[in-house]
């Protein structure tokens, strides 16, 4: 007599997971051209070029990294027992904390070039400058820095070493740690990521504030990190490496949460473009009023259509938010759109007055973002060989397997 197939068989135990020799070899590719485009900006005196392109590709690999720990915090703390058989993938991203973190403060080797207030001379002609040194100084931007570095990198280290463990010891107990552990880092993070979004991107113009732009940087995070997540996870069901552990359901969960952090973004984002426009204040509206000239404005209106409309358009059918050949590439378009967003972040403030930056095609700030990309790529797949393919022992590993 034949008995029906066990409704709640374990599939069988994947490998360990790693990247392919296709990725692996645009990362090491990555690396020489952004290596490569570094050098000759320094080699032919293009300072300005060089120091903001090594800020746009510092400080895009570090957002990807610390949502690693932002994702497993939120789900953890929404009990998001689907999301298990995945958690691979972020646990490996926060692998490029430290060696991400040592690259972005070397960004303060570059300070003369990038930041105006970093000049005692320009400090003491200017009132406001002046009036912010009290905060806005070398030493608190080494220091605060660090500190928040060091803060991301001691969560990741002790809720991926939670994780790690489980895998050998079981039981909950883990678990409960770690839903501790995030309810504290969500905390931290929030105060975190302000001062350093502050002292790297905002303060390239001081005397522009903005009561929004912290929180536009987290949804730039929450959005590029959920969409390389949706990128791994899809690009692993497609090769067959996690079939039985991640299926169509698991895929449209996770591409409804890059949905709705495109929605997310949008909403910020015109959240602040509305309250400077309606304020219409000269300290705040300078930062639009700059992206409007010098040949900004069309690089400013693509960044819309690149970062929301596209990505909302496409995304909208369910088919496309379960089906990997269709969630991929909408999640690269979201991930090149951070990058373009940064290069608006960044490229128009390295100027001042009459010697306002204009704007150019970013072949060189493209190339060294794909140079650091490639560097969190290879220490990203260092870290998925590590260590099992799934947690094994996760109290919650069942309803994962059988969610719906």
């Given at each position: 007599?034949?008995?029906?197939?066990?409704?709640?068989?374990?599939?069988?135990?994947?490998?360990?997971?790693?990247?392919?020799?296709?990725?692996?070899?645009?990362?090491?590719?990555?690396?020489?051209?952004?290596?490569?485009?570094?050098?000759?900006?320094?080699?032919?005196?293009?300072?300005?070029?060089?120091?903001?392109?090594?800020?746009?590709?510092?400080?895009?690999?570090?957002?990807?990294?610390?949502?690693?720990?932002?994702?497993?915090?939120?789900?953890?703390?929404?009990?998001?027992?689907?999301?298990?058989?995945?958690?691979?993938?972020?646990?490996?991203?926060?692998?490029?904390?430290?060696?991400?973190?040592?690259?972005?403060?070397?960004?303060?080797?570059?300070?003369?070039?990038?930041?105006?207030?970093?000049?005692?001379?320009?400090?003491?002609?200017?009132?406001?400058?002046?009036?912010?040194?009290?905060?806005?100084?070398?030493?608190?931007?080494?220091?605060?820095?660090?500190?928040?570095?060091?803060?991301?990198?001691?969560?990741?280290?002790?809720?991926?070493?939670?994780?790690?463990?489980?895998?050998?010891?079981?039981?909950?107990?883990?678990?409960?740690?770690?839903?501790?552990?995030?309810?504290?880092?969500?905390?931290?993070?929030?105060?975190?990521?302000s001062v350093v979004s502050f002292y790297l991107l905002l303060s390239l113009e001081?005397?522009?504030?903005?009561?929004?732009?912290?929180?536009?940087?987290?949804?730039?995070?929450?959005?590029?990190?959920?969409?390389?997540?949706?990128?791994?996870?899809?690009?692993?069901?497609?090769?067959?490496?996690?079939?039985?552990?991640?299926?169509?359901?698991?895929?449209?969960?996770?591409?409804?949460?890059?949905?709705?952090?495109?929605?997310?973004?949008?909403?910020?984002?015109?959240?602040?473009?509305?309250?400077?426009?309606?304020?219409?204040?000269?300290?705040?509206?300078?930062?639009?009023?700059?992206?409007?000239?010098?040949?900004?404005?069309?690089?400013?209106?693509?960044?819309?259509?690149?970062?929301?409309?596209?990505?909302?358009?496409?995304?909208?059918?369910?088919?496309?938010?379960?089906?990997?050949?269709?969630?991929?590439?909408?999640?690269?378009?979201?991930?090149?759109?951070?990058?373009?967003?940064?290069?608006?972040?960044?490229?128009?403030?390295?100027?001042?007055?009459?010697?306002?930056?204009?704007?150019?095609?970013?072949?060189?700030?493209?190339l060294v973002t794909a140079g650091f990309l490639g560097l969190f790529l290879l220490?990203?797949?260092?870290?998925?060989?590590?260590?099992?393919?799934?947690?094994?022992?996760?109290?919650?590993?069942?309803?994962?397997?059988?969610?719906?």
């Open positions: 007599m034949r008995h029906a197939p066990d409704a709640h068989a374990v599939p069988p135990v994947p490998a360990r997971l790693h990247l392919s020799t296709l990725v692996r070899g645009l990362a090491v590719a990555g690396v020489a051209g952004g290596g490569a485009a570094l050098a000759w900006a320094f080699s032919q005196g293009h300072a300005g070029l060089a120091w903001s392109s090594y800020l746009i590709g510092a400080f895009f690999t570090l957002g990807l990294a610390v949502f690693g720990v932002a994702w497993m915090s939120m789900l953890y703390l929404s009990n998001a027992d689907w999301s298990v058989t995945m958690r691979r993938v972020p646990e490996a991203m926060t692998a490029w904390l430290l060696p991400g973190g040592v690259l972005t403060l070397l960004v303060g080797a570059g300070a003369g070039v990038l930041y105006h207030w970093s000049h005692p001379s320009a400090v003491a002609q200017d009132a406001l400058l002046a009036h912010k040194a009290p905060f806005l100084n070398m030493t608190l931007f080494f220091a605060l820095n660090a500190a928040s570095l060091a803060a991301w990198l001691a969560f990741a280290v002790a809720m991926t070493g939670a994780s790690r463990r489980q895998d050998r010891e079981g039981g909950v107990a883990l678990t409960r740690k770690n839903r501790a552990l995030s309810a504290a880092f969500l905390v931290v993070f929030a105060l975190t990521i001081a005397h522009w504030f903005s009561t929004m732009f912290a929180v536009l940087v987290f949804t730039d995070v929450v959005q590029t990190g959920t969409a390389f997540v949706a990128i791994a996870v899809g690009l692993l069901m497609m090769s067959g490496r996690l079939e039985g552990w991640v299926n169509e359901n698991h895929l449209h969960s996770l591409g409804k949460m890059v949905f709705a952090a495109t929605g997310f973004w949008a909403y910020i984002y015109f959240c602040q473009f509305l309250l400077i426009w309606y304020a219409n204040i000269p300290e705040e509206t300078v930062y639009f009023l700059r992206r409007a000239d010098n040949g900004w404005l069309p690089y400013f209106l693509i960044l819309p259509a690149l970062k929301f409309v596209l990505p909302f358009l496409l995304l909208l059918p369910r088919d496309a938010k379960r089906e990997p050949y269709r969630l991929v590439p909408v999640s690269l378009l979201v991930v090149f759109a951070q990058f373009w967003e940064l290069y608006l972040m960044v490229g128009p403030a390295l100027g001042h007055g009459e010697h306002a930056a204009a704007a150019h095609v970013p072949v060189v700030e493209l220490v990203f797949g260092w870290d998925l060989r590590r260590h099992e393919a799934v947690p094994l022992k996760d109290p919650a590993l069942e309803s994962s397997l059988h969610y719906h």
